[in-house]
């Protein structure tokens, strides 16, 4: 029998929520990785009602079937990367945490804490979770200038991130789509180092899906092997040309183009 073929690109395990519209969450990030070269393997951490303005409804998926699927994944393959977007309880923070102990492979967290409509997507337990459990572990986090406040307590960027480096996390980017201003100020801080600035030509419209776009890309980049200033950059200039090519697929937001 011939030897079978390795896989031809890095495995990139996404655990995040299902955004049946196919603009956010799960889709969002099989979508991203495959384009970057990279194969997404998909755990669904919570089912939602939601179209391209809202979210009207979160349900949770069981932490302990969860668990099981990480056993069962983590026992046949090695994902390369891992990224996380909506955790749907406390409870799965745990499974997931121990998890990701388990593999050597590079962390990105992107926390959802509110839907672009304005919806809460996290109870205090589970941010709390998020917070305690999660970040320890992580490669780089991508708050929004919103979620970066709200996790830290801090009003300013760099104080906010300076607060969010003191959870254990190597890395956090912080994105400003989410602010007023002509541009798009992302801002890159780690340990010891001067914060890296990247500018944006602000993109007319509003999206829905591009945290979970960045977020994929970046872990897909790292999963390839990049480092994390390349992987950073390449994944950012993704995004930017998925949300140039945006498109409505409702009546809300735009979807990004992402392939
Ligand atoms: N639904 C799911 C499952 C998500 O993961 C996210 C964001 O990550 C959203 C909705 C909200 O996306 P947006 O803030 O882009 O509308």
Redesign the pocket.
């Known amino acids: 029998m011939p030897a079978s073929p390795l896989p031809d690109r890095p495995l990139v395990l996404c655990i ?4 049946p519209g196919g ?4 889709q ?1 990030d099989i979508e991203a990785v495959a384009a970057q070269g990279g194969r997404a393997l998909s755990i669904i ?2 089912l ?1 009602v ?1 179209d ?1 303005r ?2 009207a409804r ?1 349900d949770d998926v069981d932490a302990r079937l969860i668990e099981r699927q990480l056993d069962c994944l983590l026992a046949d393959s090695r994902p390369a990367a891992i990224k996380l ?2 955790l749907g309880s406390a409870d799965q923070a745990g499974v997931i945490a121990a998890a990701i102990e388990r593999t050597g492979a590079s962390v990105v967290i ?1 926390p ?1 804490l ?4 304005g919806s809460s ?1 996290s109870s205090a337990a589970t941010t709390r979770a998020l917070l305690d459990q999660l970040f320890p572990l992580a490669d780089v986090i991508t708050p929004n200038a919103a979620e970066a406040r709200i996790l830290s307590g801090c009003g300013t960027r760099d104080a906010g991130a300076t607060a969010l480096l003191g959870t254990g996390c190597r890395n956090v980017l912080v994105t400003g789509g989410d602010e007023p201003g002509p541009s798009v100020e992302n801002t890159w801080y780690r340990h010891d180092t001067e914060p890296g600035r990247y500018t944006w030509p602000r993109l007319a419209g509003g ?6 776009t960045l ?1 994929a890309a970046l872990a897909a980049r790292l999963a390839l092997g990049e480092t994390m200033a390349d992987a950073l950059r390449e994944a950012q200039r993704y995004t930017h040309a998925a949300l140039a090519s945006a498109v409505a697929t409702g009546r809300g ?1 735009l979807i990004p183009g992402r392939y």
Not at 16 to 19: F, K, V
Not at 23 to 26: E, V
Not at 207 to 212: D, I, L, N, P, W
Request: net charge negative.
């Open positions: 995040s929520g299902h955004d603009g956010a969450g799960i969002a951490t919570a939602t939601q391209t809202d979210v979160v977007g909506l992107d959802v509110r839907a672009g409509g997507l999206f829905h899906g591009a945290g979970c977020a937001r």
